[in-house]
């Protein structure tokens, strides 16, 4: 089996980041990934990316595409690693479709969404609950949706959806909003939506898509007609695929500030970590590091 210098896994901005700097360096690699552009793709109004006043997710996404293009990379798209491994001086890699053997690996996997874990979720999943609003958002034009969660998530998905639908429900768990306060006064402009704190979701109902939702609404039950739930409550560490690092009560992966793992060889970036902003730059920052770490480790040690 042919030995890479390095396997990147995922390409997410901490990713396609380490992945520039990979072919700069002329390091023999490949990158897995379920697709490009990682979570950045989920979000609409990104006005925090320095050089931009204002980006689309789904845009900065094409330009990291744009900028990969200009180097030879092999991407091993819709592939999903499984297992990894350290053997020996080696680190071998399982996928649904291959394995491979590398001196190091990156994992830049990042996050994927919470569920709500009610009745009618999972038989109603993508047929009316969804977990992107810019991916399907458009799909509920002149509908009623409602949007679970009060943080960044949620207002960002609740603000593209009043521009969409007929009226918006928008409910926080908690006793308070806990979105940016920017966020949260740009969505109260809207006339077609209504905010809730103190509340959840009890029920979905539906028989071929989405129909009702069940809500506790300041602690007096109701049902709501709605025709798409899209829950934003946030996500959990993408990380299932390896035990051999040290994570933390999260499932974050444990890095120091060569984005260094518990493990010698394997090495950590981005949203899939313990390091505490979950930001598009801040990832993109985490994986130019971590590559440059693995660059000096690959001199010092083969």
């Not at 009043?162 to 740009?186: G, P, Q, R, T």
Request: hydrophobic share 40%.
């Amino acid at each position: 089996m042919n030995v890479l210098d390095l396997i990147i896994i995922g390409a997410g901005p901490a990713g396609i980041t380490a992945s520039i700097y990979a072919a700069r360096k002329k390091l023999d690699f490949i990158v897995i990934t379920k697709d490009i552009g990682g979570q950045a793709v989920l979000s609409w109004d990104i006005e925090n990316y320095t050089g931009y006043q204002f980006v689309t997710g789904p845009e900065l996404a094409i330009k990291f595409k744009e900028h990969l293009d200009k180097f030879n990379i092999q991407i091993k798209e819709q592939e999903t690693v499984l297992e990894i491994k350290k053997e020996n001086q080696f680190i071998k890699i399982k996928t649904d479709k291959d394995n491979y053997c590398s001196k190091t690996v990156l994992i830049c996997s990042g996050r994927i969404p919470k569920t709500l874990n009610v009745k009618g979720e999972e038989e109603l999943k993508y047929r009316g609950v969804t977990y992107c609003a810019t991916c399907d958002g458009p799909l509920y034009k002149e509908k009623t949706v409602l949007v679970v969660g009060g943080g960044n998530s949620g207002f960002d998905a609740a603000i593209q959806l009043v521009k969409i639908a007929k009226k918006v429900y928008l409910i926080e768990s908690s006793n308070k909003l806990i979105a940016d306060n920017v966020m949260i006064e740009k969505l109260k402009q809207a006339n077609n939506v209504e905010i809730y704190t103190n509340s959840r979701v009890l029920e979905i109902f539906g028989e071929k898509t989405v129909s009702e939702v069940k809500v506790l609404l300041n602690g007096v039950e109701k049902n709501l007609s709605v025709q798409g739930i899209f829950v934003e409550i946030g996500s959990k560490a993408s990380s299932d695929f390896i035990t051999d690092v040290a994570k933390n009560d999260f499932g974050e992966i444990l890095v120091n500030c060569k984005c260094e793992t518990s493990t010698e060889g394997i090495y950590a970036a981005g949203d899939v970590t313990n390091v505490v902003a979950k930001q598009i730059i801040v990832a993109c920052g985490e994986g130019a590091k971590a590559l440059l770490s693995i660059y000096d480790y690959l001199n010092k040690t083969f």
